[in-house]
């Protein structure tokens, strides 16, 4: 049994999610507060699993309130909160903060409601993540990865990723060099959040990064992150590539998915792709992957140890299509030497 605390002011907040989490047989709400201090002792009381807390709250910020979780009692934390502007920048610090995960809290209460299924799925991934107290981010003593690359429009670096997809894109990216051919990718956010991730990345980079947007050009030295809540899809006119940005039925519950960039991106770049896996619950982007490899594109995936959950790459190995199996800490590298 996976035991939860819920934080957040929001009276009706508290009893919908405790009201939905307990319709799960695998999930116990042992206690609900309206504040930090509140959660704090029963925190010690409950020794809950997981945590769901709200960022905007009396007497102390869900920032400062994670910060002392990950100094003295490090446990997972999914944030649900209402993504804003502003509050997806508060999400995004979350992040760095130790946050497993982020969910976007609807308006009204009934909206509310409805997310039950998707925050329970999000606990049962993040009762198994391994916590630990927080350090300096492995982004920033790490060396770059070496080297130049021989400038080319015609190669395309497709990266799927979900919890824990964050941290892990940081550390990739900040280590990837000026003339890296282009990059796009898909990873599980809300709306709002993406936007606010790629302008902090791009920030932290050598290449530059945005949310995509239609019709942009994937060039080398450029990322595009598809944008939460759409679809992003590659397209190739002549010798130029670009992104397509559209709705449309979710996939394996996500959009943006996985495994539609990956389709796209095996019809319209084939042998001059390069394929990656991170780490994510579900199967989402193994189907894809299998068609890029088909199309004769490199593969990789991320490793068990580096990843806090390994279900996304772990279903990508079961299909046969990974070339390579490789740690988050030498991900840059591989990338850049299948390129």
Known sequence: MIKVLVVDDSA???????EQLSQAKDIEVVGTAPDPFVARDMILQH??????????????????FLKKIMAGHPLPVIIVSSLTPKGSAMALEAMDCGAVEVLAKPGGSFSVGEMGGQLAEKIRAASKVRVLKRAPSVGGPMATAKGAITQTTNKVIAIGSSTGGTEALRDILTRLPA??????????????????????????????????????????GT???????????????????????????MVHHQ????????KSVAKYAGANAVGCILTGMGSDGAEGLRIMKQAGAKTLAQDE???????????????????????????PQAILDMV
Do not use: W
């Not at 020794?47 to 400062?64: A, Y």
């Not at 939460?228 to 449309?248: C, D, P, Q, W």
């Open 12 to 18: 009706i907040v508290r009893k919908i999610f405790t």
């Open 305 to 331: 140890a580096s990843c806090v959950v390994f279900g996304m790459p772990k279903e990508a190995i079961k299909t046969g299509c990974v070339d390579k199996v490789v740690s988050l800490r030498n991900m």
């Open 223 to 249: 990322c595009l992150i598809a944008p939460g809540n759409f679809h992003m899809l590659l397209r190739r006119s002549g010798a130029r590539y670009y992104v397509e940005i559209k709705t449309g039925p």
């Open 47 to 64: 020794k809950p699993d997981v945590i769901t807390l709200d960022i905007e709250m009396p007497r102390m910020d869900g920032i400062t």
């Open 179 to 220: 003339d890296t051919p282009g990059i796009v990718i898909a990873q599980h956010m809300p709306a709002n959040f993406t936007k606010a991730f790629a302008d902090r990345m791009n920030g932290l980079c050598r290449i530059n990064i945005k949310e995509g947007e239609e019709n942009d050009s994937v060039l080398p």
């Open 255 to 262: 959009r943006p998915a996985v495994d539609v960039l990956f």
